[in-house]
T-cell receptor, first 112, second 113 residues
Framework: DAGVIQSPRHEVTEMGQEVTLRCKPI?????LFWYRQTMMRGLELLIY????????DSGMPEDRFSAKMPNASFSTLKIQPSEPRDSAVYFC??????????FGPGTRLTVT | KNQVEQSPQSLIILEGKNCTLQ??????????LRWYKQDTGRGPVSLTI?????NTKSNGRYTATLDADTKQSSLHITASQLSDSASYIC????????????FGRGTSLIVHP
């Protein structure tokens, strides 16, 4: 298996622009997680899905952030409009119920 | 509030030396504790997992310990190698509700030749 796939790996955008991050989980995994990692705060859970349904989005910082999982093999995290404080590495992870999470390589977002 | 605190924040050692990283948590009820290794530019990878009844778990040169009474864990690295240079993250999962993990901020380890 190729593992969790994320795209793009790097994104540089200007403040106010819309940003869309993409994730393909490992086939057969029924949980998908979106995390944000910064030096100041470490890893933070933003939202997670079970069987494509959002279960807990309490970590989403504000309404500018939204996430979707239209099918079992694809999820997006969208930021609109983006702000410089959104600059971070965004990780997607997936797992089968009751097992460990497998993380993707992350998307490094820079908002100028 | 569930919290995971790690120390030290950063550590520099010479190749071949041993080191111990610490993790204290207040997560309750407790389900399991994992140590992850995160290489620069990559996602975290699980090293060990321990449940309430386990007090030690090894993975090669990595040995994790857990004291569920004091809510402390340690990760001991033996005979360090340059490839051990990474961030080590302690993650505690609660069994209450949806098994959501609480992450520590990590210890950055640098191994010098």
């Amino acid at each position: 298996d190729a593992g969790v796939i994320q795209s793009p790996r790097h994104e540089v955008t200007e403040m106010g622009q819309e940003v869309t991050l993409r994730c393909k989980p490992i086939s057969g995994h029924d949980y998908l997680f979106w995390y944000r990692q910064t030096m100041m705060r470490g890893l933070e859970l933003l939202i997670y899905f079970n069987n494509n349904v959002p279960i807990d989005d309490s970590g989403m910082p504000e309404d500018r952030f939204s996430a979707k999982m239209p099918n079992a093999s694809f999820s997006t995290l969208k930021i609109q409009p983006s702000e410089p404080r959104d600059s971070a590495v965004y990780f997607c992870a997936s797992r089968v119920s009751g097992t460990e999470q497998y993380f993707g390589p992350g998307t490094r977002l820079t908002v100028t | 509030k569930n919290q995971v605190e790690q120390s030290p924040q950063s550590l520099i050692i010479l190749e071949g030396k041993n080191c111990t990283l610490q993790c204290n948590y207040t997560v309750s009820p407790f389900s399991n504790l994992r140590w992850y290794k995160q290489d620069t530019g990559r996602g975290p990878v699980s090293l060990t997992i321990m449940t309430f009844s386990e007090n030690t778990k090894s993975n090669g040169r990595y040995t994790a310990t857990l004291d569920a009474d004091t809510k402390q864990s340690s990760l001991h690295i033996t005979a360090s190698q340059l490839s051990d240079s990474a961030s080590y993250i302690c993650v505690v999962t609660s069994s209450g509700g949806s098994y959501i993990p609480t992450f520590g901020r990590g210890t950055s380890l640098i191994v010098h030749p």
